[in-house]
């Protein structure tokens, strides 16, 4: 069983194609983060896989709390695969103190976070997502083979930024408040369909944000009118979810 999380499509696009290539089958963490009372067994000979995106250098708080809740036992394959803009820091690193891992990888995938900086150029999404099926294929191979395996692109001053940058992330970047949407909204009720949390309600035919925003950025950045803005700095970035025919290079 492979467990992922994915707010515009690029951790869930690895999951499944990693389960398509070993035969597993997948698990939205999503379905989980509001139940209460969890527990997930995995048993020798059993292979449990999860796949997440990097926050903040960092593995996202909600994934940690769900980690808990899965007892590996002895003679089980576990893996997982975290998806990030350029580096992964220490995530996995963190990760494992929490979950027996035998394999670890990380994929580079496009950029998504438009809070901080806009979205990569066509050519580079086109460029990571075909090295990304490439990873892909590597990493089935070692899963079906049961092959041990740590490959992580950590980066520079990973200490730091799997620290201090994740906490201030945690500490104070997942607020609401700076969402807004304009004029050109069209009540189409996507943003709240697809919220993990269901943390978006709307009112009057208009999102609302309330307190259990993960930051996974699936409204703003899939938002077919781009009516959604944060603050005043993604107004003129651009928005990014996956397609899959993104990565066929010219």
Do not use: H
């Not at 808990?68 to 580096?87: L, M, P, Q, R, W």
């Not at 992580?152 to 700076?178: D, R």
Request: overall charge positive; some cysteine; proline content about 3%.
């Amino acid at each position: 069983m492979i467990y992922y999380f994915s707010g515009t499509g690029n951790s869930k696009w690895v999951a499944e194609n990693i389960a398509k290539n070993t035969g597993e089958q997948t698990l939205n963490i999503a379905d989980y983060i509001n139940k209460k009372d969890i527990s997930i067994n995995i048993s020798a000979g059993e292979v449990i896989g999860i796949v997440f995106p990097v926050y903040a250098w960092s593995v996202p708080e909600f994934l940690m709390d769900f980690i808990k809740n899965i007892n590996i036992e002895e003679g089980a394959f576990s893996f997982a695969v975290c998806t990030c803009g350029d580096e992964a820091g220490l995530s996995m690193k963190k990760l494992s103190k929490e979950i027996k891992l035998n394999c670890a990888y990380s994929i580079v995938m496009p950029n998504n976070y438009i809070i901080g900086y806009d979205v990569d150029t066509e050519e580079e999404i086109a460029k990571k997502i075909y090295r990304g099926k490439q990873k892909i294929e590597i990493i089935s191979n070692k899963v079906r083979e049961r092959k041990d395996e740590w490959d992580v692109s950590i980066g520079s001053n990973a200490f730091l930024k799997s620290n201090l940058v994740s906490f201030l992330f945690n500490k104070f970047a997942k607020n609401t408040k700076p969402f807004s949407v304009d004029d050109t909204c069209i009540s189409c009720g996507l943003c709240e369909k697809i919220c993990p949390t269901d943390n978006i309600t709307l009112i009057d035919g208009k999102p609302v944000w309330g307190s259990k925003c993960v930051m996974c950025l699936a409204c703003i950045n899939r938002c077919p009118q781009k009516a959604i803005q944060y603050g005043s700095s993604t107004r003129n970035r651009g928005r990014y979810y996956f397609i899959e025919k993104q990565g066929e290079l010219k």
